[in-house]
């Protein structure tokens, strides 16, 4: 079973409008599924409440293990996104109040790298 997901344009929206044009290939449907994973909050999905990450606590922490379990619950969202094979690479930016998510990663249909902002 393969995944098919609407495309997303640059500000973030579903695509619609084109029929079967809007729906990406198996490689950026796997790249939209890891971000809209990764931007989704813990709590806030009525049907499936555990779906996302709890940034509203993780990112309230302070402490010297505050970094450390904001990259585990990323690298875990991301490793149990379908089709993903394996994390190469993943960079946990500061700035400005956003978190900025540049990973590489590698899935059944090939190489995705991308960058996803958590914030603002």
């Given at each position: 079973m393969?995944?098919?997901?609407?495309?997303?344009?640059?500000?973030?929206?579903?695509?619609?409008?084109?029929?079967l044009q809007d729906?990406?290939?198996?490689?950026?449907?796997?790249?939209?599924?890891i971000?809209?994973r990764?931007?989704s909050?813990?709590?806030?999905?009525f049907?499936?409440?555990?779906?996302?990450?709890?940034?509203f606590?993780?990112?309230?922490?302070?402490?010297q293990?505050a970094?450390?379990v904001?990259e585990?619950?990323?690298r875990?969202?991301?490793?149990?996104?379908?089709?993903v094979t394996?994390?190469?690479d993943l960079?946990?930016?500061?700035?400005?109040r956003n978190?900025?998510?540049?990973?590489?990663i590698?899935?059944?249909f090939g190489?995705?790298?991308?960058?996803?902002?958590?914030?603002g």
């Amino acid at each position: 079973m393969f995944i098919k997901m609407r495309n997303v344009d640059n500000k973030g929206d579903w695509c619609f409008g084109n029929s079967l044009q809007d729906y990406g290939d198996n490689l950026t449907s796997t790249k939209n599924n890891i971000k809209t994973r990764l931007q989704s909050v813990m709590y806030d999905c009525f049907f499936d409440l555990t779906a996302g990450i709890d940034w509203f606590n993780i990112l309230g922490n302070r402490g010297q293990y505050a970094k450390e379990v904001v990259e585990i619950n990323v690298r875990l969202c991301i490793l149990q996104s379908l089709y993903v094979t394996e994390l190469v690479d993943l960079k946990i930016i500061e700035k400005d109040r956003n978190l900025n998510l540049e990973y590489t990663i590698n899935t059944m249909f090939g190489e995705i790298t991308d960058n996803t902002v958590i914030g603002g």
